[in-house]
């Protein structure tokens, strides 16, 4: 190689770090965001309908929940997709599979992310050094092209509002949006939910918190969107699909963070992780009925998790029998941070009182399906 190529290679390396460092953002671990890349989806990579109240809020893709607020109408159907732009395998693909023509008072539909609050802390906020954060995106539709709402909110604290609206198009294209900073939002610096990002899809001109213009600054004033707002639920055909969520320091939408696959799959994993359907744990028995258990995690969670058994039975091994239970174990305790879960197990017929047993989730074929544990904000 040439030394004329190798001085451009270094113009070119030294153009970039001027760029991310002119944005006050890091070289790495600059997105806020987990899983914009909609690479992971731990609970189902196929398709799910999510209606109010019926699979609402976490559904497939990881760490992006899909509201239906004030009991809106309609339902959609959200699922991970490989249509995608250059340099991605997945997004987010959201259609409308039942209409719904009109929304009122507070209604809203939205897909977001609610953002941990002690991984906000290098913002600054409610000092005087609070710093700007610039929202990147890439987004296409199919048939639809009303205008959706970037709103963001911050909590664990003092709620503050900003909301922007943007037109999508039916080819993809990358959208950004730098929020200015807040010397007055404080995000308290613990495990809870620091701030929350909503792509708004549907809602109303009327509504009860309908913005009448872009923000230009954080308020104190409730708004959940703008009052430009289109109907995305409003027919069947409508296609929505969103990829490349990124949430950095500075004014500056730099290139999206890529991660591994394995990165990605454990910062989810603190909010939400499946076991394996045939996973073996040890116990001890409290008696025949009952026994206390410890069940190693993949990673420490953010908090004391949520247990879904998902109808999956229970084998207690002991040296007299087999038994096994069809209950719906509980967590017993957990502190933040620990590798093991506390279990309290029920259910049981013929169990040893004060005896180790080997416990195992008996799922369905080849690992598909075990029990899921949650600890989403």
């Known amino acids: 190689m040439s030394l004329a190529r190798d001085i451009a290679d270094l113009g070119s390396v030294t153009s970039r770090l001027d760029t991310v460092g002119a944005s006050s953002g890091a070289l790495s671990n600059r997105n806020l965001i987990i899983n914009g890349s909609m690479t992971v989806s731990q609970r189902s990579s196929g398709t799910v309908t999510v209606s109010d109240g019926s699979n609402e809020g976490y559904a497939t893709v990881d760490r992006f929940e899909l509201r239906f607020n004030a009991t ?17 395998a997945n997004s987010v693909k959201l259609k409308c599979s039942t209409a719904d023509s009109a929304h009122t008072g507070t209604q809203a539909i939205y897909l977001g992310q609610r953002i941990e609050a002690q991984n906000l802390q290098q913002l600054g906020y409610g000092s005087s050094g609070a710093k700007q954060i610039t929202v990147s995106w890439y ?9 959706i709402t970037l709103a963001l909110e911050t909590k664990d604290g003092t709620a503050e509002y900003y909301v922007k609206s943007y037109t999508p198009t039916t080819s993809w294209a990358r959208y950004t949006c730098t929020v200015p900073t807040s010397t007055s939002a404080t995000i308290a610096n613990d495990n809870g939910n620091g701030m929350e990002v909503k792509f708004v899809i549907a809602g109303t001109s ?14 104190t004033t409730r708004a959940d969107y703008r009052n ?34 394995a990165d990605q ?6 909010y939400f992780q499946m076991t394996n359907a045939f996973a073996h744990f040890a116990g001890r028995g409290t008696g025949t009925t009952t026994a206390v258990a410890s069940l190693p995690l993949t990673v420490p969670m953010r908090a004391s998790p949520t247990l879904s ?61 075990g029990w899921s544990i949650d600890a989403e904000l």
């Not at 809106?72 to 991605?88: L, N, R, V, W, Y």
């Not at 987004?139 to 205008?147: A, E, W």
Request: proline share 1%; charged share 15%.
């Open 72 to 88: 809106a109408g309609g339902a959609i159907e959200m699922s991970q997709s490989t249509d995608t732009p250059d340099e991605f």
């Open 139 to 147: 987004m296409k539709t199919v048939n639809y092209t009303d205008p």
């Open 206 to 219: 009327g509504g009860t918190h309908a913005a009448s213009s872009d923000s230009t600054a954080w308020s």
């Open 228 to 261: 430009d707002i289109g109907n995305f639920v409003a027919s069947t055909s409508n296609e929505i699909y969103i990829t490349g969520v990124q949430l950095e320091v500075g004014d500056t939408a730099t290139d999206f963070e890529h991660r591994s696959f």
């Open 265 to 270: 799959l454990q910062s989810c994993q603190r």
């Open 309 to 369: 058994t998902n109808s999956i039975s229970t084998r207690g091994y002991t040296s007299a029998a087999i038994d096994v239970s069809s209950a719906t174990h509980t967590v017993q305790s957990y502190s933040a941070n620990d590798n093991l879960l506390s279990l309290s197990l029920s259910g049981f017929d013929n169990l040893l009182d004060d005896r180790v047993i080997n416990f195992q989730i008996t799922g369905s074929a080849n690992g598909a399906t």
